[in-house]
């Protein structure tokens, strides 16, 4: 028992530092991504055209947005199933309040990114506070916001001055404004959960909330800062939407609730929390647009595109969960 | 250095603190014992600012500190390693040892490569090769501790609070962790040492607090007393009889063999294991954590299927074993993981101990709810299980009392065979000798008992024969008169002097 | 959601231990978890009835047991999923497909066994499509049933050409609309199923078996329990029942267009989380899951007899959700 040489507790095995399970990940997507590059370009040699790929990067934008929001609550362990109905109702309330009046755009625009964050906090102050599971908080808030959108409206409302239409078609030298900006928010957004506290706190959180809690970590105040941005992101989806479709719909967002979780287990962000990286995020949004894209080219009909969108994220989820067990 | 006085905390229903006092010195190891309930997870908390005390006072260096929260009593320099670690597994080991305090770079971004590179150093101050990128949840128990008390190491501690660190990890684990703190002891930091286990506190502690029902009860140098001792003032009962008696050596010998299995093998952790479970008697089965007991045990019970091997029983030999045979042959098995693998925790201590014995309360395929209830309180009266009746849910009672009703659902269904692994893993000494007597009970019916524990205590003075695992093979048994703590612990390492 | 989105088991200073004899009986908390959804049928039944004299109208009250048939019997296959630590959100398309194969035949009384049958076979597919994913790759309960959601809508798609056309047989439609007497004609449909599943959760050994394995699957597995067929078994269960309410939401609608059903993955989840089943698996009564359907139906039927705008019937619904769960449905 000689306190000056320190024996090993365990066998001392050296393990050799391969790829992370998240960059596999990010791999594995963009393979598939070529993957369907690949059956393009021999089904049609118009798929290989640039314009192809300049629409499918603009296409993907408004669900990697709403999809970026929801990465961040995933990523704390909890889900924000209200996202739909804020785009629903933030929609008709952009339009609504603009109305073709483009002296309204900035001031609506900044009252919308606002409204969104303060919903999307307190969805987070009912996790927080009311200790309720997030996906019932968030269900009932969308609840009551798709109830309010109906009150607003029934019918698709408002109208956009010109050149608003420019956030969701505008293009410099043939690339999309819209989706390079939000390509960009996502590098932001992944420098920021890499390398502030607070975004290491995230994926703490994430991976186990009471210990997050014992270190003295701020739990509370990620998590409402976590629905907060998806609230924002949401109305900033619901401000491109606006953009793209001339107007409001008051179910502009429904498809969004379910759909905006896609993209983030597809890229690998696992439901529990805690693991994966936003990269994936945004490759799962491409990916799913250009297999949308793919499937219109061959002319299949949208019904059977959904069965190809089900089948395409079994796979993922599956294909995951092996590498997993494995390591 | 620092010192607790007159500290008093009340919960609703429970005073779990009154008139406490503690007095820590820099550089010493100071052991805290008592029962569970005793107090003592309370005081810790208390110390370390997670909760506030009603009344009291307490001082560091001599002036008096009243703590915010954890974070104050952190940067004063107290750091507490809880029982389960407060570790993120799937963050890397350097995230986890910094977390909070990275290493930034001149954009006051957090740099990953520095973080990494100081924590490897911490690893290398402490010895231990760990690469500080891999994720903690892929590492070993005994590692992650490791990485705790480098976390702690991080803020220069002044006081390391341990709360039964050695519950999880066994044999070398255990001394290369008692290195390790006498290190820090002699480099000045004060410990205060949490644990069940009496005999660790005489192998690495200088002194000892004693605690029981929220008060204190002595301090001594450990010097001073033996492990009697300390038991009596911790149960505040003379403690004469701590294991009930042992079966006789002939009666041992005579005993009918009821289970054999042999050259069990799993994989790389049992490597062809044979046993041999008597009548009447307890076998005990040694190693240190990882030599593949709780496997051989799984593989015998079903829980996990055996690769080769066979087990005979009840006049049949199975190549294959399910808990469904194994069930139906009157085997039992109360898992080491009672949370994870043995109760259904939202559900009454009733539903839990009929689980094993559905058939038993009830006609066909419906249930009744009468007999189910008059077999629960007969479990109650008999195994002395604390609860306000067979409507308590068991997420609720105490770890103890949980066990309790653990054995009493297997005892129902163990004609033949009850298996225990690590039956007394954190429950406190009154539950102990509680849970003692009713094996040797079941013994006394003429169940075979096996016993897995980490205690060499227990192991020595509850089991007739013990068999010895080390790696995965079972390099010997140890028969009545044979069984000492010497003679396990050179079975179970690699220096064999006896046979 | 596999301990995903649920709450975690670890955690630090586990269960405090309670000294000997200070052991107390559940207290309120305790109690409101249990029976709270009750007290809140109540008390919406009181304000209903103080709000609008109208709501105790024969023509009322069938016509709201009406409503909360289908959901009452999805809510039950879905607490059956729940209670086994999952979460089926592909019970809506089943439901839309279900009710599409309604209006698939000739339209006549004849067809209904056909019908039926079809749809039961469909319903359990799917639940077993889920079972699988989740037992034998270990997906995620929600991306599983996500995908079979997804899959089983494009399919439907498909078939229907985007636009189901087809004619109810007319006993399907007095099933879902109908009353005899002041009795709806659904309800002994909701009866049929809800009774015997009462019985077989709580009052037998397989029920047990059940909520056990749900509890915790390890113990389950190591009680011999066939614990991957419990597991399966009750998402095909949830697909059955998903089909038989669809049969009789579509009946109720008689046209039926693809998204019959809408709403109900997630209006099931509500009503039985309501209803006290516990999103961790291991607890919950059948009773708890029809007071919860009666709950969210009666705060959209109350809206409508207080002249609100029909809006308000989701807003309520809403605020009942966050509200209830904040009572008595805490993590």
Known sequence: ?327 | MLSVRHISKAFPGVQALSDMQLDVHAGEIHALVGENGAGKSTLTKIIAGAQAPDAGEMSLDGKPVRWTGPAAAKAAGIHVIYQEFVLFPHLSVAENIFIGHYRRNRLRAVDHAATERAAAELMARLGVRLEPWRLVGELTVADQQMVEIAKALVDRPRLLILDEPTAVIAGQEVEALFERLRLLRDEGVAIIYISHRLEEIFSLCDRVTVVKDGQWIATHAVGEVDRDRLVTLMVGRDVTQFFPPRADAADVAAAEVVLQASDIRLGRRVRGASIELRAGIVTGLAGMVGAGRSELAMAIFGGLPMEAGTVAIGGRVFRRMTPAIAIRQGIGFVTEDRKGEGLAMLQDVAVNVTAACLDSVSAGPMLQSARERSIADADIEAFRIACFGPGNPVATMSGGNQQKTLIARWAHTCRSVLILDEPTRGVDVGARTEIYRIMRELAARGVAILMISSELPEVVGMSDRVYVMREGSMPGVLEPGQITEEAVVDLATHHRHAA | MNGSLLAKARGVGAAKAPLAGRIMPPGFTSLLSRYGIYLFMVVFLLVAAVAAPSFFSRGNLSNLVLQIVPLAIVACGQAMVILVRGLDLSVSSVMATAAVVATSFSGHDADIPSIVLLSLAIGMCAGLVNGLLVVKRNVSPFLATLATMIVLQGLRFAWTHGAPSGLMPPLLHRIGAGTWGFIPMNLPVLLAVALPLVLVLHRTTLGRRVVITGGNPMTGRLLGYPVDAIVIGAYMLSGCLAAIAGIVLGGYAQIVDNWVGRGFELDSIVAAVLGGFALSGGRGNVAGVIAGSIVLALAGNIVLLIGLPVQFQIILKGVVIVFAAACYARR
């Open chain 1, 1 to 327: 028992m000689s306190a000056t040489i320190l024996t090993p507790p365990a066998t001392p095995r050296r393990v050799r530092r391969g790829p992370s399970a998240d960059m596999l990940r990010l791999l594995m997507v963009l393979a598939l991504i070529l993957a369907i590059i690949v059956v393009g370009a021999v089904v049609t040699d118009r798929f290989m055209r640039p314009e192809n790929f300049a629409n499918v990067f603009e296409q993907a934008t408004d669900l990697a947005l709403v999809a970026l929001g929801q990465s961040l609550t995933v990523l704390t362990g909890g889900i924000d199933l209200s996202v739909g109905s804020m785009i629903s109702l933030l929609s008709v309330l952009t339009s609504g309040l603009i109305d073709g009046n483009s002296a309204m755009v900035l001031p609506v625009c900044l009252g919308i990114l606002a409204g969104g964050t303060l919903l999307g906090v307190l969805n987070g102050c009912g996790v927080v506070w009311l200790r309720v599971h997030p996906l019932i908080v968030t269900l009932g808030m969308g609840a009551i916001l798709q109830g309010v959108a109906l009150l607003y409206t029934r019918a698709p409302i408002g109208s956009i001055p010109d050149g608003f239409d420019s956030l969701a078609y505008g293009r410099v030298a043939g690339i999309s404004v819209g989706g390079a900006a939000t390509a960009l928010i996502f590098v932001l957004v992944a420098a920021f959960l890499r390398y502030t506290n607070t975004g290491r706190t995230i994926y703490a959180v994430g991976d186990d909330s009471q210990a997050a809690r014992l270190l003295g970590m701020p739990v509370r105040r990620v998590i409402l800062l976590v629905y907060g941005a998806s609230g924002f992101f949401a109305a900033v989806t619901a401000i491109y939407l606006v953009s793209r479709f001339g107007s409001g719909q008051p179910y502009a967002g429904a498809d969004y609730t379910l759909a905006s979780v896609t993209p983030v287990v597809v890229g690998g962000i696992a439901l529990s929390g805690g693991r994966g990286s936003i990269f994936g995020t945004l490759l799962g949004a491409y990916l799913l647009a250009i297999l949308n894209d793919l499937l219109n080219f061959l002319h299949v009909p949208t019904q059977i595109q959904l069965v190809a969108e089900g089948l395409i994220i079994m796979a993922a989820v599956s294909i995951h969960v092996e590498r997993g067990r494995r390591s």
